[in-house]
């Protein structure tokens, strides 16, 4: 007895179309059991609804489900070694009790929200662009003695990434500790990558993360995003810039980037120190310890310092909290630089109250940004903001990577978390959450001279919009939760 053709290709049908049911069942299951924004639920629900089969396999490939399951592994792996002790929140001295108590009040919340704690008599000096960071990165690494510690999201082998190569390995032939750790995804911006390098000059160094095939695409979200040169324990960078030639803007790089990057000196730099070796433990096995690694540190400055990490699992969105907090406790100014601007929900509403509480609100982001669709989805969201006194501007070419936030005259935060869904929930991030004055008067001034080039987003060019790019734009925010 045979079949039909006919019957044969209903029953295939019947097959495939369980199989699709059987995915995207499972798929809603696990969404409507598991996911914790709500916004971002729907988008996923929409696309498995009306695309079973394509729309479970990308919440499989690109939802929070890998991502912390993997998370949760991470921080296994590294046990309770880099702990610290219970908290000992400071007290800020000011020469008005209503700034005391409202900075006390902020600096309590952060100590709490981070799993480190505030350390006072840090020094933290601002460098612009590579030309400015890189040297004085190089000439750190060159004075080593005893340690050097490194992680980049991107490190090149070519250009100044090819210095920083050469002074790995001379600071390892003069035996000096040497460990480099560079994201996977990050060692694929050029070629070769910088780890087969320094693999085969003799330097300790590891890809984070690192998966072929399809275990590459399931931990495509699982990014060590963060930038950290520690060297000798005592004197650390960070901030938002790779090793990069385009960061070298005075040598007229093809794709010029202006970043922002900080020299940190005193207690401070143990916390960093602590989140390299947490990051190595996991990526070699091996922990760090001794004083080579965690010299006693001497006060070095007047900042108040505290170390905030974020990522997925036991650190999953601890860096929009502490945003959110600023953003709750400013009283006069709240300024951002961010090269990719898409807040969460909750933090748009905590922009808007800024605004319409009396507080200035100040947000720079570039008007060409090198992922177009990211720009496009931040355009819809500008006019909600400008219609309740949030005033956004544009800065002009070279693409500005930079990441600052400034509240009022005293608080300031700086790292490598951009103000968008990937950096805020999905990426390992490092910021430092800053009180001083001083630091952030000449924060200040940085910020003044990108507004000043920048252009103001006004009420009316929102209105003369093309529709062509109203509708660009309003397509491009339906990925805002993945973006």
Not at 3 to 16: D, G, K, R, Y
Not at 361 to 379: D, E, G, S, Y
Not at 410 to 416: T, Y
């Amino acid at each position: 007895m045979s079949f039909s053709p006919t019957l044969a290709l209903t029953w295939e049908m019947i097959v495939l179309g369980a199989v699709a049911l059987a995915f995207s069942l499972t798929a809603l299951l696990h969404l409507l059991t598991h996911h914790r924004d709500h916004r971002s639920a729907g988008f996923w629900v929409a696309l498995i609804v009306f695309s079973p089969v394509v729309g479970a396999c990308l919440y499989a490939l690109l939802g929070i489900n890998f991502v912390r399951r993997k998370g949760r592994d991470y921080r296994e792996a590294i046990g309770v070694v880099y702990r610290q002790p219970a908290p000992d929140c400071p007290l800020f001295i000011h020469g008005e009790p209503e700034s005391a108590v409202n900075d006390c009040a902020l600096a309590t919340t952060l100590d709490r929200i981070s799993r480190f704690h505030f350390a006072s008599g840090n020094r933290v000096e601002i460098l612009e662009n590579g030309d400015e960071a890189m040297p004085a990165m190089l000439e750190a690494i060159r004075a080593a003695r005893s340690s050097v510690s490194l992680s980049s999201y991107i490190f090149e082998a070519h250009g100044i990434g090819s210095e920083f190569v050469r002074e790995l390995v001379s600071a390892g032939a003069r035996g000096v500790e040497v460990r480099v750790i560079v994201d996977d995804a990050g060692t694929r911006y050029s070629w070769p990558p910088v780890t087969r390098e320094l693999r085969r000059l003799g330097v300790p160094v590891r890809r984070f993360m690192p998966n072929r095939l399809v275990m590459r695409l399931i931990t495509l979200n699982l990014r060590n995003h963060k930038k950290l040169l520690i060297v000798d324990g005592a004197a650390a960078f960070t901030g938002g810039m790779n090793i990069r030639q385009g960061n070298m803007i005075l040598q007229n790089p093809p794709h010029p980037v202006r970043d922002l990057h900080f020299r940190v000196t005193g207690p401070v730099v143990e916390q960093m120190q602590r989140v390299f070796a947490e990051d190595w433990q996991f990526c070699a096995g091996e922990p760090l310890e001794g004083n080579a690694w965690f010299p006693k540190l001497q006060p070095a400055g007047a900042t108040h310092a505290l170390g905030i990490v974020d990522g997925p699992d036991e650190d999953i969105e601890v860096m929009p909290a502490a945003l959110f907090a600023s953003l709750n406790a400013a009283r006069s100014r709240v300024c951002i630089i961010t090269p990719y601007f898409l807040p969460l929900s909750h933090l748009m509403a905590a922009l808007k109250l800024c605004s319409l509480r009396g507080v200035e609100v100040m947000i720079v982001t570039p008007a060409r940004n090198n992922i177009p669709l990211v720009a496009w989805a931040a355009r819809t969201l500008y006019p909600e903001l400008v219609k309740t006194g949030c005033r956004i501007f544009e800065s002009p070419p070279p693409f500005d990577h930079s990441k600052m936030l400034l509240v009022d005259d005293a608080w300031c935060c700086l790292g490598s978390t951009n103000w968008d869904p990937r950096s805020l929930r999905l990426n390992f991030e490092f910021n430092l959450a800053c009180h001083d004055p001083d630091l952030v008067r000449r924060l200040s001034a940085v910020f003044e001279k990108k507004r000043a080039e920048s252009v103001e987003v006004t009420t009316a060019m929102l209105a003369e919009t093309p529709l062509r790019h109203r509708l660009r734009n309003g397509f491009a925010s339906l990925f805002i939760p993945v973006l």
